[in-house]
């Protein structure tokens, strides 16, 4: 699910005394008035790394009208060819051969799949949207919910009684798969349960689990991400 609030990275602003203004020691502060010091603001290490890559393939990344989709479905090929090998398609998306040997993008992608894979899916979703510049990510809404939110959204919904094995779950905006990962997995661990084979949870995640998006780059970013949610059950389904 896509939120339509979120900017691509926090500003960091410091306050500077005028030339007047400046002085030595501690601030002064009024008798009787407690004055806090305000923590400073940290940004998570992944983001940093996470936007410095970005940064990095941003000139290929607007180097040709559909760059931006060919450079994110360089990375996600190159991921599922390190970790989810019996994924990976028969062949390489079309027209990214240069980006596949490119070393940044070789990068970024053992970096993605070092993280863990719903992290990984918003940090590759973010990434498109952020490619394909600041016109196109605000007409689309291309602003995605972090991993951790969408966790807590979907355990709040379980224990208020939502049942995973049997009840329809539909995202209507489910580019970058936020909801859908973490329900997917869901669905597969309450499902091993019940006695069903692994070509029946498959097929009962497949009926109950849903989405759709306007961006047909999301759209099968999605797919692939649950694809590679539920790696395992794929393997042993045959």
């Given at each position: 699910?896509?939120?339509?609030?979120?900017k691509?990275?926090?500003?960091?602003?410091?306050?500077?005394?005028?030339k007047?203004?400046?002085?030595?020691?501690?601030?002064?502060?009024?008798?009787?008035?407690?004055?806090?010091?305000?923590?400073?603001?940290?940004?998570?290490?992944?983001?940093?790394?996470?936007?410095r890559?970005?940064s990095?393939?941003?000139?290929?990344?607007?180097?040709?009208?559909?760059?931006?989709?060919?450079?994110?479905?360089?990375?996600?090929?190159?991921?599922?060819?390190?970790?989810?090998?019996?994924?990976?398609?028969?062949?390489?998306?079309?027209?990214?051969?240069?980006?596949?040997?490119?070393?940044?993008?070789?990068?970024?992608?053992?970096?993605?799949?070092?993280?863990?894979?719903?992290?990984?899916?918003?940090?590759?979703?973010?990434?498109?949207?952020?490619?394909?510049?600041?016109?196109?990510?605000?007409?689309?809404?291309?602003?995605?919910?972090?991993?951790?939110?969408?966790?807590r959204?979907?355990?709040?919904?379980?224990?208020?009684?939502?049942?995973?094995?049997?009840?329809?779950?539909?995202?209507?905006?489910?580019?970058?798969?936020?909801?859908?990962?973490?329900?997917?997995?869901?669905m597969?661990?309450?499902?091993?349960?019940?006695?069903?084979?692994?070509?029946e949870?498959l097929?009962?995640?497949?009926?109950?689990?849903?989405?759709?998006?306007?961006?047909?780059?999301?759209?099968?970013?999605?797919?692939?991400?649950l694809?590679?949610?539920?790696?395992?059950?794929?393997?042993?389904?045959?």
């Amino acid at each position: 699910t896509r939120t339509g609030t979120s900017k691509a990275g926090p500003a960091l602003a410091a306050s500077v005394p005028s030339k007047g203004q400046q002085h030595e020691g501690p601030r002064p502060t009024t008798p009787g008035v407690h004055v806090e010091r305000q923590p400073a603001m940290v940004i998570p290490a992944a983001r940093l790394k996470f936007y410095r890559r970005v940064s990095t393939l941003a000139a290929l990344a607007s180097s040709a009208d559909d760059s931006a989709e060919r450079l994110v479905r360089s990375l996600l090929y190159l991921w599922q060819r390190r970790s989810f090998g019996h994924l990976l398609p028969a062949r390489a998306p079309w027209r990214t051969s240069d980006y596949l040997q490119d070393g940044a993008v070789l990068d970024f992608a053992n970096w993605l799949a070092e993280q863990p894979l719903n992290e990984a899916a918003y940090w590759l979703a973010t990434a498109y949207a952020v490619w394909v510049g600041e016109e196109t990510r605000t007409k689309r809404a291309l602003f995605f919910t972090p991993p951790a939110l969408a966790d807590r959204v979907i355990a709040n919904l379980v224990k208020q009684g939502a049942p995973l094995t049997n009840h329809p779950w539909h995202d209507p905006a489910c580019g970058g798969a936020a909801f859908l990962v973490p329900i997917a997995r869901g669905m597969a661990v309450a499902l091993a349960q019940t006695g069903l084979t692994p070509d029946e949870q498959l097929a009962r995640i497949a009926r109950n689990l849903s989405g759709n998006d306007l961006d047909p780059v999301l759209l099968d970013l999605s797919r692939s991400f649950l694809e590679m949610a539920l790696s395992a059950l794929v393997r042993v389904a045959g």
